[in-house]
C-alpha cells in the first residue's frame, strides 16, 4: 500500500444470530474508531457459523485488504469454528498454547464457577499469532501478522463476538496497531449535518456542488432516516489543520446549499434541536397521539432536562378518548373522520388547553397494515401543531412501510413540523 493509497479495511462479522434479526453493533464500533485514526472500513460480511464459508470469505478478503477483523466465532461450543477457518484460508495450523489454557482456568476459579471441557478449545491459536488478553470473557482475541513484499505487513485480527468483551479489545490491543501500520502521519475530522424536511434525492441534488469535489483527501455520504436525512463528510489529510480546514470549508458551503434544512450537526437530533427552540423561546409543549401510542412522548422525553418545557401528553387511541378527554368535536369524529386534518388540528389545539402548555402537537393516523380504504389507505397520517400566533399547521402524509416504519415516520413527522413552526 502506498502512502497515496487509502488504507483497505474489512470487517467479517460471523454468526448464525447475526442473520436472523439480532443487532450488528460490531460495524459501528469499528467504524467510529477508525474514523478517528483517519482511516475507514472498506467492506463488511456477515456469515454463518459456517467454517467452509468463512475459510473462502477470509481468503478472498486477503487478497485486496491491507487489514482484516473478524469478531465472533471465538468460543468455546461447536458453532465457534473462527479459528479453524481463520487457519484452513491461511494454510496454518492450530496450536494448544498451556500459558492461554491456564489462564482461561485461572478466570474460571475466580468467577467462582466450573469450567467446561470445551474451554479448552478456546485456547488453540492460529500459527504465528499473537494472544491478545480478555479481561471480560473466557475468550481470548489473536493477531497475525503476514509479511507482504514491497508492502506494509497485512494484519488479521480474531476477536471475541460480544461487543463488552470485543470494544475493550479492539481499543487497547488492535487500533494501537492500525495506527501504526497504516494511520501514521494520518488526521481526520469529520461533519455530519442532520437535514428535515428534505427527501435524500432533494438533499443530493442540493450538495452536487459540494460532493464533486471528493477525492483522495474528502468523502461524502448521505443517508435518510425515517423522517431525516444525514449528511456526513469525511477528511482524511497529512496534516490535523488541513483537515480541519477541509471541513470547516465543506460545513460553511453545506449549510449555504441546504439552507433552512439543518437541524444540526454531531450528536444533535431532531428531539434534541426541538428542546432548544423551545427552550430559546421560553416556550412549553404538549402531545395528543393516536396511532403513535406514547412514540412521540417518548422521543420528546429522551431529552435530558426535557421537563423544563414538556408538560405532558395524552394517548387518545380510542375515539371515545379522543371525544371524551380531549374534547374533540363529535362532528370531526364523524365525518371527516379520526384520520383527517380537522381531527389532528383539534387534538393539538385541545393537548395545549388541557395540559396547560403554550404549543400542542398531535399525531393521528392508520398505521396498517389492515383498516384502510381506498379514501383513507394504510399509511395515511395527518400530524398538526398549534400555538401562538402564526404557529399553526396541519400535514398531510402517505407512508409507505410496514406498521412500525409508518409509526416511526409519523413520529419523526410531527418532530420535525413542530422545528419548522418554532424556527425564528
Request: net charge positive; aromatic share 4%.
Amino acid at each position: 500500500m502506498s502512502r497515496s493509497q487509502r488504507p483497505v479495511i474489512e470487517l467479517i462479522c460471523v454468526g448464525t444470530e447475526l442473520l436472523d434479526g439480532h443487532a450488528d453493533s460490531h460495524r459501528a464500533a469499528l467504524a467510529l474508531r477508525l474514523g478517528a485514526a483517519g482511516l475507514r472500513l472498506s467492506r463488511e460480511a456477515i456469515l454463518l457459523d459456517d467454517a467452509d464459508a468463512l475459510a473462502g470469505v477470509v481468503r478472498a478478503a486477503l487478497r485486496r485488504c491491507d487489514a482484516l477483523i473478524v469478531c465472533g466465532g471465538l468460543g468455546p461450543t461447536f458453532d465457534d469454528l473462527t479459528r479453524e477457518a481463520v487457519a484452513r484460508a491461511l494454510g496454518r495450523d492450530l496450536v494448544f498454547s498451556p500459558r492461554l489454557y491456564a489462564d482461561i482456568r485461572r478466570k474460571f476459579a475466580r468467577w467462582g464457577t466450573r469450567r467446561p471441557r470445551e474451554n479448552r478449545r478456546q485456547a488453540f491459536l492460529v500459527r504465528g499469532a499473537a494472544a491478545l488478553a480478555n479481561r471480560v470473557g473466557s475468550a481470548p482475541g489473536q493477531i497475525i501478522v503476514l509479511p507482504r513484499p514491497n508492502d506494509s505487513p497485512q494484519t488479521v485480527a480474531l476477536l471475541p463476538g460480544p461487543p463488552r468483551e470485543m470494544v475493550p479489545l479492539l481499543e487497547s490491543e488492535v487500533m494501537p496497531r492500525l495506527r501504526r501500520a497504516y494511520g501514521r502521519g494520518l488526521h481526520a475530522a469529520t461533519l455530519d449535518l442532520h437535514l428535515c424536511g428534505l427527501p435524500e434525492s432533494a438533499a443530493d441534488e442540493r450538495l452536487k456542488p459540494l460532493t464533486r469535489q471528493a477525492g483522495p483527501e474528502l468523502d461524502f455520504t448521505i443517508l435518510a432516516h425515517p423522517g431525516q436525512v444525514d449528511f456526513h463528510a469525511f477528511a482524511r489529510c497529512a496534516s490535523a489543520r488541513r483537515a480541519r480546514e477541509l471541513i470547516a470549508r465543506c460545513r460553511r458551503q453545506a449549510l449555504r446549499l441546504l439552507a433552512g434544512h439543518v437541524v444540526g450537526d454531531g450528536s444533535m437530533t431532531l428531539e434534541s434541536a426541538v428542546g432548544r427552540l423551545l427552550r430559546r423561546r421560553r416556550l412549553t409543549l404538549a402531545a395528543a397521539e393516536s396511532c403513535t401510542a406514547g412514540l412521540l412522548c417518548g422521543r420528546l422525553t429522551s431529552v435530558p432536562g426535557s421537563s423544563s418545557y414538556f408538560r405532558g401528553g395524552v394517548l387518545a387511541y380510542h375515539d371515545a378518548v379522543k371525544r371524551g378527554l380531549l374534547g374533540v368535536k363529535a362532528e370531526t369524529l364523524a365525518r371527516p373522520g379520526a384520520v383527517s386534518a380537522a381531527c389532528a388540528r383539534e387534538m393539538a389545539e385541545r393537548a395545549r388547553r388541557l395540559i396547560g402548555a403554550d404549543v400542542g402537537v398531535s399525531i393521528t393516523g392508520l398505521a396498517g397494515p389492515g383498516g384502510g380504504t381506498a379514501r383513507k389507505p394504510a399509511g395515511l397520517v395527518f400530524t398538526a401543531v398549534a400555538g401562538p400566533g402564526a404557529m399553526v399547521a396541519v400535514r398531510r402524509w402517505q407512508f409507505p412501510g410496514d406498521r412500525e416504519a409508518v409509526r416511526q415516520k409519523a413520529v419523526a413527522a410531527a418532530l420535525c413540523l413542530l422545528w419548522t413552526r418554532l424556527r425564528p
